[in-house]
């Protein structure tokens, strides 16, 4: 009995206790909806400092983290009104994937740096603020820029997306493998010139192959950046600015057909990790971007050389990289003061900075110009080849970088060839027809915001 | 609110001797709230981030969304029937299936084995079982980096290995048809431990009297394995084949980090291919359908999973 009256009275609290929960939860969904994209109060208060939280794609230890932890530290340093809050989000990709997820969350970042193939899918779901009164406001002069480097951020008469860490693929080579197959001190000039050399690359011990010519990298490592730069050459294209896709015309055949041709021959494989083949001597030649370069002047126990990715009936090569983004979805003093590291992180002295010390190319002409660079490039000859090859590069076709999933879509037909040696001409098209259902929403929502 | 008054000591203890509907009734809504009271925060819990996200990814199934535009177009099926005509996801069945089978069995055979010897009174047994069991403790990240260089063709420890009986190593990460056997491989040296404890539980628990019995009947040690030892590790088998299936179903971070489903989707399975599609190719409507399908599929696995365990486990 006496137990009975007892399960009764803690039956009783529990029922008090509950009620309070819910009471408890109930106050929490009411403040937390209420609070959402509100300035922390001390934002708010006129006279403080505005934080402005960034997410970005190097992490510390690496150069380039090293590097741009300098930049921000000398931004926070340099003026009082701002302090930008750094956040490492890993890769390219991985940044845009969790800004999707913050998105949706709506917890989001002031400011992120974004891709070239990753920035536009935010500006179509119109997530970007558009930076035209930051860039009247702080005069920033947009003259000066690289011409290509800004206008690639400009849609609809207005800048969505700011160059920041820009590359361009670039021929590497292993001298010494050059030297023992008596080959010139030079990156091929032109495709055909490629494929007579490259056999002469190749070591074998018995049957097994020691070092191959060259080495493609997977869908996931971005194969389709790099054949763009081929594509190109040939006189092909992915699509036109129209997202027409126009990959089964007979020039961007010839250069898939090239592609092929290097593993039918025996003188190219896949790799899982170029890079990593590269300093090991396992590949004598890779096509990487500019942003890895500082990586192999520290690692390489080797002598290497650089050069312009081979041409073919006209030279071909993409830009890449990242440059960054504002978010529509902060508030304005933070947009405003996000903007302010923007043209900081791109100043001449800065972009001069962040190129010397990551091998990504300065955006401002005055930069590559001026007597620093100069100087620099004198004795780092091998930094200097993206800026001279700068000339023939272009952004690369929409059906790439615009298109969602439209990298890996080009990248996987391209795999298949590397690695199963599929045919091209069925490749190509079955690429074909998965872009061009993959573009029309693309099209739809462009149609939607920008008339 | 009515129930404070309702459920006073007094009434509800002498409910036996007068037992009035009323009184009955009272016990009954007493009963429904003490039981709403203990299950509720779970189903609370459960709905919110379980049941909840399903129905919702239902929906997403029929529809399209790149992950993040506000707005999301209604396509019917047309996500189930993409799945069906898509050659890569059908490459996707056949490797899960190729993974979960191959993995699953080799490592409860191989853990078997190592449990038998295991429940050896030999020396260094101790240390051997925490040997044997560690892997299982470790990141599934981790380990594939690490595997990552023990496979390498040319400098990897395997090739090393292989090296001294004169046999050359695959390329195992770049060729399609070795990269499965070589996931497969880091997965059974994960997973084996496990397995192996397990087992190990279950040989200890099995009656000596059993053994001696079956000897005096004149089983030699290969019957006595058979007629003993495996019958009465059933239900230990029946949990491994069970636990062991839905967590190589799910299997990512190995795959993720050693091939990234490739070369050309060799290593492509169900829940690596929901997360691409997703996060990489920004198809959260063809993902969604394709998480459906795993669902489905491992509903049928466990269903089938629960007859037969009915049938056939000797559940001691």
Redesign the interface.
Known sequence: MMSDAKHTTSRRALLKGAAGAAAGAAALGVSKSSRAFDAPAFIRQTGSAVEVLFWSSWGTGTPNGEAEQEVIRRFNESQQDVVLRHEFQGTYDETAQKLSAALQARQTPALSLLSEANWFRFYTSEFLAPMDDFIAANELDTTDFVDSFLTEGQRNDQQWWMSFARSTPLFYYNKQAWQEAGLPDRAPETYTEFAEWGPKLVKKSGNEVSRWGFSHPPSADFISWYFQGTVWAHGGEFSDDQFAVKITEPNSIAAGEWLRSTVVDGWAAPSQDRVLDFLNGVTSSIMQSTGTLGRLTTEATFEFGNGFLPAETNPGCPTGGAGMAILATAPPEQQEAAFKYIAFATSPEITTFWSQNTGYMPVRKSAIASPEMTEYYKTNPLFQTAVQQLETTKPQDPARIYIPGGDRIIGDGLERITVNQAEVQATFEEIQGQLESEAQPVIDALSAIEG | MT??TD???ST??SAPVVGSRWQMRSLAAREW??FL?FI?PNLVIFGLFTYWPMIENVRLSTQ?W??????R?DVGLDNFRYLLEDG?FRQVLINTFYFTGAAVGLSLVLGLVVALLLNQPLRGRDATRAIVFAPTLLSGAAIGIVW?YIFDP??GLLAQILGWFNI?SPDW????EWAMPAIIIVYVWKNLGFAAVIYLAGLQGIPRDLYDAAKVDGANAWWRFRSVTVPMLSPISFFLVVTSILSTFQSFDIIRVM???????ATNTLVYYVWDEA?????AGRAAAAALVLFVLMMVVTLVQLRYSERKVHYA
């Not at chain 2, 790149?66 to 707005?71: D, G, H, V």
């Not at chain 2, 990460?173 to 399609?176: A, D, H, I, M, Q």
Request: aromatic share 4%; charged share 20%.
């Open positions: 129930s404070g459920i006073a000591p509800a203890t709230l003490l009271l509720g399209r790149n992950m993040l535009s506000p707005r177009t890569v990552a040319r400098f050359g990460l770049n060729r399609p091939t990234r489903g490739g070369p050309v989707d996060f990489q190719r920004s198809n």
